[in-house]
């Protein structure tokens, strides 16, 4: 296989690799590491900067140095592009063949195909998830599975836009090396996907669209933009082809929205409430500062607590003023075999996606195809014929940076049936992850690297804040904490042995003296 100078594959090439990892892809990849991998390195250092800050008694705000982007009432971002203007329900999901042709089929507007908190980033996953992303869009993604079950795509016009989701900044690929050093997972995946499908996703008619993750700053949407302009440069398609929707879900991102659409605006697909994310972010920025920011059991929080309130009002007010899509958060609930399980999650669910769309979101997320017909009523009970609602421009909406950061007036307990479910969860998702899947139903919710997060970080912050649990009256331990594993592991299928790895790996992150970043860094290490 052809190879630009500089450039080192230590992963195995397997079979059609190469319709991925071409010779432009390749020399794509050498072009956006030399010219933007130190900035990365440096936008990861400011980081862990903010973060002692944070520890030091710091606190987060809106940016004075960027108030003049704020107050400028005159820029807008770009008109929605072609495949992204009806938005009111989307489908998330691992890029695995059968869920592509699921997701594609399921009737939604948009599938974003996740390459990151869906996915895993053993190697066969990065490049077979592009392979399957191409093959969607020249449509030879047809098969029939071992059991005789078909699966084929409908017609293109019935068919999901792909937004396809990149890792996040801080994840590397040490599968392809630059001049000696590992590239940027972020990197990797959008030039692999912009310079195959994306080239062929422009062909047809629409552009190559990305959701972009785990940003913590403008200026890290500055770096973004900045590849856009790199990429598009050098594949000889207009600037302002590429279009991207940023997750808001980092704490200190929700205090530059504005800042962050005005980066991409010519790029710019909009916003969207990460919630699961956001709540991960809370916990991590703020994690030594004891009960301030103390959250209750993760499933106690809801989308009407106020900081999360704040949070998403903020959000559609500013992404309508700039003449931008507003997308809900993720519906997690999963349809069940058991009638009385689904009843309730689909109330809940309904609930949600009407509280959005009253809220002026112009659409939401789903996490199953059994879910969208629901999302989508609820939408258009709204929206009617018109493809969203960004006339909608929220003007009494305020949002100060106090409320924004009013975590200690979320109601509820911290218990040991919150923590048990925090350690069974975490457990059972990174058993699964370190198996090459990122997306796992537990409990009748659908799991991500999202949800394990907040599992995992939340036992961390009990753990060092003396939490004592309101239901038992016991205080939380590293003790308790193995004790409850072994608990908790000991009801799940199958033996002990087969949960070891998972083990080591949740207590790696959730008790170890330093708080680990990402639990999917030291999982990556573990990982060939």
Excluded at 240 to 260: K, Q
Excluded at 291 to 311: G, H, I, K, S
Excluded at 453 to 482: F, M, P, Y
Aim: charged share 25%; hydrophobic share 40%.
């Amino acid at each position: 296989m052809e190879t630009p100078d500089g450039i080192e594959i230590t992963g195995e090439i397997g079979e059609r690799y190469e319709e991925v990892l071409t010779p432009a892809a390749l020399e794509l990849i050498v072009r956006l590491h030399r010219e933007l991998a130190d900035r990365r390195l440096e936008l990861l250092e400011a980081r862990e900067r903010r973060v002692e800050d944070l520890a030091a008694g710091g606190t987060l705000g809106f940016l004075e140095e960027t108030r003049h982007v704020r107050e400028d009432d005159s820029w807008r971002v770009a008109d929605p592009a072609p495949g992204i203007v009806d938005r009111r329900v989307e489908i998330t999901g691992p890029t695995d063949r059968k869920m592509t042709i699921n997701a594609l089929n399921s009737g939604a507007k948009v599938w974003l195909a996740d390459q990151e908190d869906a996915n895993t980033p053993q190697w066969t996953s990065v490049v077979g998830g592009q392979l399957n992303l191409l093959d969607a869009i020249n449509r030879n993604v047809d098969f029939t599975a071992e059991n005789g079950k078909t699966y084929a795509l409908k017609p293109d016009a019935e068919l999901a836009t792909i937004v396809m989701r990149p890792r996040g900044w801080h994840l590397p690929e040490k599968h392809i090396l630059v001049d000696g050093r590992e590239t940027s997972g972020s990197l990797v995946d959008f030039a692999l996907y912009v310079a195959t499908a994306g080239l062929r996703q422009f062909a047809k008619g629409q552009g190559p669209y990305f959701y972009l993750p785990k940003m913590e700053s403008y200026l890290e949407a500055r770096l973004w933009n900045d590849a856009f302009v790199l990429a598009q440069d050098y594949l000889g398609i207009p600037q302002g082809t590429i279009r991207a929707t940023v997750l808001i879900e980092t704490y200190p991102a929700a205090f530059e929205m504005e800042e962050i659409l005005y980066e991409l605006r010519d790029h710019s697909a909009g916003l969207n409430a990460g919630r699961w994310d956001f709540m991960f972010s809370v916990i991590k920025s703020f994690r030594t500062r004891g009960t301030e920011f103390m959250l209750p059991d993760r499933n106690a929080v809801t989308m009407t607590v106020p900081f999360m309130r704040a949070y998403t009002e903020l959000l559609v007010r500013t992404c309508h003023k700039r003449g931008a899509h507003a997308i809900g958060g993720m519906a997690a609930f999963i349809p069940s075999k058991d009638e009385e399980v689904n009843a309730t999650a689909f109330a809940k669910v309904r609930d949600d996606k009407t509280r959005e769309a009253g809220d002026g979101f112009d659409g939401s997320w789903v996490a199953h195809p059994g879910m969208v017909e629901l999302c989508k009523e609820v939408f258009t009970e709204v929206l009617g014929d018109r493809p969203h609602q960004i006339d909608r421009t929220r003007d009494d909406v305020e949002v100060t940076a106090e409320q924004l950061l009013d975590v200690a007036a979320t109601p509820g307990d911290i218990t040991e049936a919150g923590l048990r479910n925090n350690v069974s969860v975490g457990i059972q998702y990174l058993r699964a992850w370190l198996g090459g899947l990122g997306a796992v139903a537990i409990f009748n919710l659908m799991e991500d690297a999202a949800t394990a997060e907040i599992s995992r970080s939340q036992v961390w912050q009990w753990l060092h804040n003396d939490v004592t649990l309101a239901d038992t009256g016991r205080k939380v331990t590293k003790e308790l904490v193995h004790e409850i594993v072994a608990e908790e592991i000991a009801k799940l299928p199958g033996d002990a042995a087969d949960y070891e790895e998972a083990k080591q790996t949740f207590l790696e992150v959730a008790v170890a003296d330093e708080y680990a970043d990402f639990l999917t860094l030291p999982a990556y290490r573990r990982m060939d």
